[in-house]
Every structure is written in C-alpha cells, then in structure tokens.
C-alpha cells in the first residue's frame, strides 16, 4: 500500500558532499514537493513541481536543487551539504488543484539526514 | 505576521478528554483547509478536509472552520493514547499547502 517512496530513511553524508534524495510516487500526481521539517520551525517548502521538467522553488531553496525528468520521480540534491541542511526532508504528492474535492498530499516516510 | 500561526504545545491530556487544537491565519484567499496527523518518525497523513466555513465531523474528530475570524479547529472526543502524535494544519495557496508547525498532543492511560 506505499505510495511515497523515499529511498532513504536515514543518511549520514559529510560536509561538501553533493547529496541525492529520491523519491517516487506511484498514485500518478502531477504535483510534488520537498520540504525539510525542524523542530520548532515547521515544514519549510524548498522546492516543487507541477509537471516533468518544471520546478518552482519555494520558501527555502537556497543550497538546493531538484529534477524531473519522469513524473512519479522527484530528486532533491544538495550541491554541498553543510551542517545546517542537517534535517528531516519529506517528500509529498498530489494531484492537481490541490484542496479542491479534498485532495491534499500524501507524504513519504520522511529521510532523516545527517552531515557531519 | 507568519501566515499561519498554530501553538506548538505540547498539550498534555488523560485518556477520554475533549481536545481542542487551533489555528490562525492571515491569508483571506484560503480556501482549503486540513488537518494531518504525525506520528513519530513517519510522515504526515491527511485526517480532515474542510472547505469554506462550517463544521465537517469523522468519527471522534470534529474540523471546524470560521473564515470571518480566520480560525480553525479540530476537536477530538474521548481522545485516546493511540491519538498521541503531532497535528499540523494546513491550507492551500496556489498549488502548494502552508502548513502550522505542528501541536504535540500526549494522551495518558
């Protein structure tokens, strides 16, 4: 019953590592997103996409990059990780117009990275 | 003012109390409104949808939204320890949702 895959649940990468986070989705969304989740800040939006090969960012997109090149895989990477991109990042989907008939995301497991 | 503004708790409760958790927000062009559940080291997952104003009831929960005064809730009855989690709520803007930080809720048996 997975619908979000993120490949990785736990991911220690050291400082100026260039990192990949993947995730897949099998419900045939349009629509993705990445957001990193901290203690007392939140879910912060780094980057979405709305289509294949179309992304936006979002509130937080500095130090980060992200690829579409089919629709159920949305990669986030992480030119050069630093300690402060440290985080839980979760991966969501979901269909287009999102709200409208009660349609929110489905969220992936999460992936906790680690850069030391 | 962040356009969403949610206590982050933690809020405390005994088995088989009413909670209430709430939201504000600035943004009057808010249509859709959610709430997800979170338990710990999972991801978020959608438990109420509401649109508009009014009163939507599943089950124990009761999402409430009041567009005039820009304020949702979401009332559990005879809550349950299995209820103990973190609870967002969200609403959308365009494509992507904004979501509240999250209320921790601990429910004792």
């Known amino acids: 019953d997975v619908k979000v895959t993120q490949s990785s649940r736990y991911l220690v990468k050291r400082t100026g590592e260039k990192v990949f986070l993947e995730c897949v989705q099998d419900?045939?969304?349009?629509?993705m997103f990445w957001y990193r989740q901290d203690p007392g800040l939140g879910l912060r939006l780094i980057y979405f996409?709305?289509?294949?090969?179309?992304?936006e960012k979002g509130d937080i997109p500095e130090g980060y990059s992200v690829s579409r090149e089919k629709k159920e895989r949305f990669s986030l990477i992480l030119e050069s990780a630093s300690t402060n991109q440290t985080s839980m990042y979760l991966c969501?989907?979901?269909?287009?117009?999102?709200?409208?008939?009660?349609?929110?995301?489905?969220f992936g497991s999460g992936t906790r990275l680690t850069v030391v | 003012q962040k356009e969403v503004e949610q206590d982050p708790g933690p809020l405390s409760v005994p088995e088989g109390a009413i909670v209430s958790l709430n939201c504000t927000y600035s943004?009057?062009?808010?249509?859709?409104f959610m709430w997800y559940r979170q338990y710990s080291r999972k991801g978020p997952e959608l438990l109420m949808y509401?649109?508009?104003?009014g009163n939507k009831e599943d089950g124990r929960f009761t999402a409430q939204v009041d567009k005039s005064s820009k304020y949702i809730s979401l009332f559990i009855r005879d809550s349950q320890p299995s209820d103990s989690a973190t609870y967002l709520c969200?609403?959308?803007?365009?494509?992507?949702?904004?979501f509240g930080k999250g209320t921790t809720l601990s429910v004792s048996s």
């Open positions: 969501a989907s979901s269909q287009l117009g999102t709200g409208e008939g009660g349609y929110g995301y489905t």
């Open positions: 419900m045939d969304h349009e629509n």
């Open positions: 996409s709305y289509d294949v090969k179309m992304k």
């Open positions: 943004n009057s062009a808010f249509q859709y």
């Open positions: 509401t649109y508009s104003s």
């Open positions: 969200a609403m959308t803007k365009r494509t992507a949702l904004i």
